[in-house]
């Protein structure tokens, strides 16, 4: 197997038994504007009429992007079964949701205007390929605007949660640790001008936003435990995560009971010299 293809493969497990897990996590936070990141990327694309998501996972953005009438929507995603629930979604009845690799696109030259990709961009190896397919399938002046995942704010309850897990990893065998996922110059704008300038993109727009989920430390938990490295963890070191997590954070939470808890995005569009 290649590296691509073993890295696929735990996407598509992991996505088999945790189908919509990106949705449920992030869809409820919200940037210093009050907009979701899914509607921040859908706002870069209103203009466009026919638009494909890669790696759409349950049809999150999809359904949204949906909300403005006369659009043709598509998604390309690798897991079946987030495939299953885009397509149960009665604003994506019209959709064309095909199971596939974003490296290896079905539709035809010229056939959209925009590109969109919601924490999907960085996970794919082969970036030169996907960059070479996205030019490929877009009109000449298409937009392609992605967000990528950014960290941690730091001061708050995500950077304690990572911590807590680098320290969990370590002491798992090797089996239960993920293979490195996808190409780290999707995470830059300096890398993805490399992969996508060579592809015919202009460079670069990059903007950085913190995404806002602070809750209760149950919604907290459960929105940073979804995380692809907790995937192969067996249970135990899950749970014992878990109670460190809450003692961690409980200096932290305030007399109402919220736990402060951000992570950065990346919104990065480029257009279609
Ligand atoms: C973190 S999830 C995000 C799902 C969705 N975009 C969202 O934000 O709710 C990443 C998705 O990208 C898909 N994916 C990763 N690499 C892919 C590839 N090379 N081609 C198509 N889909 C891919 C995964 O199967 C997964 O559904």
Not at 31 to 58: F, H, I, K, N, Q
Not at 61 to 85: F, I, K, N, Y
Not at 90 to 102: F, I, Q, V
Request: proline fraction near 4%.
């Amino acid at each position: 197997m290649t590296t691509t293809a073993s890295q696929e493969a735990f996407l598509q497990a992991f996505h088999a038994e945790y189908p919509a897990v990106t949705a449920e996590a992030l869809g409820t936070g919200r940037a210093p504007d009050g907009r979701s990141s899914y509607e921040l990327l859908c706002d870069r694309v209103t203009g466009s009429t026919r638009v494909l998501d890669l790696g759409c996972g349950d049809g999150f953005l999809l359904e949204l992007l949906a909300r403005r009438a006369g659009r043709e929507l598509a998604g390309v995603d690798l897991s079946a079964d987030s495939l299953a629930l885009a397509r149960r979604r009665p604003a994506l009845a019209e959709a064309k949701l095909e199971e596939g690799r974003a490296q290896e696109l079905s539709f035809a030259d010229d056939s959209f205007d925009a590109c969109v990709s919601h924490m999907a961009l960085m996970l794919m190896g082969e970036i030169e390929h996907v960059a070479s397919e996205v030019a490929r399938v877009l009109s000449p002046g298409g937009v392609l605007a992605c967000v990528v995942g950014g960290g941690a704010v730091g001061g708050e309850a995500y950077e304690r949660f990572l911590a807590l897990l680098r320290a969990a990893i370590e002491e798992v065998p090797a089996a239960q640790r993920i293979p490195a996922l996808g190409d780290s110059r999707a995470r830059s704008r300096e890398g993805l001008d490399d992969v996508l300038g060579p592809a015919g993109f202009t460079a670069v727009d990059w903007e950085t936003v913190p995404i806002d989920l602070s809750g209760p430390v149950e919604q907290v938990w459960s929105a940073v435990s979804g995380l692809y490295d907790l995937g192969p963890l067996d249970r135990a070191t899950v749970e014992r995560l878990r109670r460190s997590f809450f003692a961690e954070v409980r200096d932290m939470t305030t007399p109402d009971g919220h736990v402060p808890c951000a992570f950065n995005i990346h919104l990065a569009t480029a257009r279609l010299r």
